[in-house]
């Protein structure tokens, strides 16, 4: 059975960085994509980046573009997420979520396309 594990959330004041990890084990995995998603308090759970696992294409929602970057290590089967500037709005549970099914790019945002996901990890910005 496939496992995602998040890891590398923390505490982080406005402004800092922080790099979020997140590792596949438990089968053999070539997913089409793997995304980064995120639930605030209160919140509904929200998109923040995707990347293509062939190609290495990019996806990021408007509110981190120039902030995050999502990135990916084929042969560890892990995926990243350095997040700079940091903003007290950016507070959240992240989780990590694979597609293995769905080769549609156009809809990258869509969490419904993900059927793996990881069980978080929290991040909390200071002010």
């Known amino acids: 059975q496939l496992q995602l594990v998040e890891s590398g959330g923390g505490l982080v004041q406005a402004g800092g960085s922080l790099n979020l990890s997140c590792g596949a084990s438990?089968?053999?995995?070539?997913?089409?994509?793997m995304a980064w998603f995120r639930q605030g308090p209160g919140k509904a759970r929200e998109f923040v980046a995707a990347i293509t696992w062939h190609y290495g294409s990019t996806f990021y929602a408007d509110s981190v573009t120039g902030r995050f970057t999502i990135s990916r290590d084929n042969a560890k089967n892990m995926v990243y997420l350095q997040m700079n500037s940091q903003k007290p709005e950016n507070t959240a549970v992240y989780f990590c979520?694979?597609?293995?099914?769905?080769?549609?790019?156009?809809?990258?945002?869509?969490?419904?396309?993900?059927?793996?996901w990881g069980q978080g990890t929290q991040v909390t910005v200071s002010s």
């Open positions: 979520a694979a597609d293995e099914g769905s080769p549609f790019d156009s809809a990258r945002y869509n969490e419904c396309l993900y059927g793996c």
């Open positions: 438990g089968r053999p995995f070539i997913p089409f994509a």
